[in-house]
């Protein structure tokens, strides 16, 4: 069975340095892996996904993830926090039957 | 286009009562999901369909039904409300669900309900 373990529950930074929230993931075979973003109150929102193609996946509002099978990582980065990245982050992997499961979240937090 | 919308936004319920909650996308998708969301949890399926007048049950059907009589349409019910059914729903949709460039979910703003 496929699953996704993001490995910290909060991540706190400074507003201009770098991010990293971590995803572990477990899967039989060559998996399709998303991370998604909900800002406070909102809804869900695809920031990117790896499919096979290139490893290093660019998202939008300059986020970045890169996939590891040799780790089994997918985790994600962004080079200099913004107030406006607050929100929860989900990394999710699709199953076999082309359904998502979802890791359980980490909320950023961004100090000025 | 509105995307995916979700009525209502809000509700409270007593322990027994019943409501359905509507979801409407007007992008064509064929597939539509619900979900729920759990403090601490990801996101966990409830019901989908993969089309008009067909669904299947998710990860956490139990006291959940719906229905899918228009393609726009995702109907989710409860029978009879259980404080453990106190969550926020979101409903998706996708074009297809292969592994493609095309299957993005697409989610609505959620329905935070409360049963007491």
């Known amino acids: 069975a496929q699953s996704v373990t993001q490995l910290d529950s909060h991540v706190s930074v400074s507003e201009g340095t770098p991010v990293l929230l971590r995803c572990n993931y477990s899967?039989?075979?060559?998996?399709?892996l998303f991370w998604y973003v909900q800002h406070p109150n909102k809804g869900l929102q695809l920031l990117l996904k790896y499919t096979s193609a290139a490893t290093l996946v660019k998202g939008i509002n300059g986020f970045e993830a890169e996939f590891k099978k040799s780790e089994t990582s997918f985790h994600l980065t962004k080079p200099s926090a913004h107030m406006s990245d607050v929100a929860e982050y989900f990394c999710v992997i699709m199953d076999s039957n082309y359904q998502l499961i979802w890791g359980a979240g980490t909320k950023l937090i961004i100090k000025p | 286009n509105a995307g995916v919308t979700q009525t209502p936004k809000f509700r409270v319920l007593k322990t027994g009562q019943s409501m359905t909650l509507l979801c409407a996308q007007d992008m064509n998708h064929e597939y539509m999901y619900w979900y729920r969301q759990d403090p601490g949890m990801g996101l966990r399926l409830i019901h989908y369909s993969v089309g008009e007048g067909t669904t299947a049950k998710g990860e956490v059907p139990d006291g959940y039904n719906v229905s899918r009589l228009k393609k726009q349409n995702f109907l989710l019910g409860l029978e009879s409300a259980a404080p453990s059914q106190t969550s926020v729903y979101f409903c998706a949709s996708s074009r297809n669900r292969d592994s493609g460039t095309r299957n993005e979910q697409f989610f609505g703003p959620g329905t935070r309900l409360t049963v007491l």
């Open positions: 899967s039989s075979y060559s998996p399709s």
